[in-house]
């Protein structure tokens, strides 16, 4: 049987218990999953004085394989549709850390990680390449969220990352 869909998980780090996003900023993997489709799943509202004086913020997630026996093999993660808000856009890096290795906790939302190379490819074919994901193992991801000087404040912003790869049947 193939790895099917709710095997895929995108999930939360900053230790094995934690249930908010805005810890997600590196070290173990959480067992905690994103909510897709919900707001504030991952960042919170950009305030009008982090509008006016602009932002950037960085989540640390974990691509996580929850198959019991199969690898999820050649994975590809892209961004499939990037910000709504005006002012504001995503990237996203591979995590510094090997595939099931915890990647390094940075200080605060607002410091870059060390080692990670951030773009905001638009398709699988020009996604970032992972490689082969164990069963039960995982890869570190980090999204980067710009908002740039004198945009305007928005409630409602969100992102869409989408990673495929195969597996056996």
Same mark, same amino acid.
């Given at each position: 049987?193939?790895?099917?869909?709710s095997?895929?998980q995108f999930?939360?780090?900053g230790?094995?218990s934690n249930?908010?996003?805005?810890?997600s900023?590196?070290?173990?993997k959480?067992?905690?999953s994103?909510t897709?489709a919900?707001?504030?799943?991952?960042w919170?509202?950009?305030?009008?004085?982090?509008?006016?004086?602009?932002?950037?913020?960085?989540?640390?997630v974990?691509?996580?394989? !929850?198959? %019991?026996?199969l690898?999820?093999?050649?994975?590809? +993660?892209?961004i $499939? #549709?990037n910000?709504?808000a *005006? &002012?504001t856009?995503?990237?996203?890096?591979?995590?510094a850390?090997?595939v099931?290795?915890t990647?390094? !906790?940075? %200080?605060?939302e607002g410091?870059?990680?060390?080692? +990670?190379?951030? $773009? #905001?490819?638009t398709?699988? *074919? &020009?996604?970032?390449?992972?490689?082969?994901?164990p069963?039960?193992?995982a890869?570190?991801i980090?999204i980067?969220?710009?908002v740039?000087a004198?945009?305007?404040a928005?409630?409602?912003? $969100?992102?869409?990352?989408?990673?495929? &790869?195969d597996?056996?049947?």
């Amino acid at each position: 049987m193939a790895i099917i869909s709710s095997e895929i998980q995108f999930r939360l780090s900053g230790g094995a218990s934690n249930s908010a996003p805005g810890s997600s900023i590196g070290g173990t993997k959480s067992s905690t999953s994103i909510t897709t489709a919900t707001l504030n799943n991952l960042w919170d509202n950009v305030s009008g004085d982090e509008a006016a004086a602009g932002d950037t913020e960085y989540r640390c997630v974990y691509l996580h394989n !929850a198959n %019991a026996t199969l690898t999820w093999e050649q994975v590809t +993660v892209w961004i $499939s #549709a990037n910000t709504p808000a *005006a &002012g504001t856009t995503c990237e996203i890096g591979l995590g510094a850390a090997a595939v099931n290795a915890t990647e390094t !906790a940075v %200080a605060n939302e607002g410091v870059a990680p060390a080692g +990670v190379t951030f $773009s #905001a490819p638009t398709s699988k *074919a &020009g996604g970032l390449l992972i490689g082969d994901i164990p069963a039960g193992q995982a890869k570190a991801i980090w999204i980067k969220r710009v908002v740039t000087a004198g945009a305007a404040a928005y409630n409602a912003d $969100s992102v869409v990352i989408q990673a495929e &790869g195969d597996s056996a049947s």
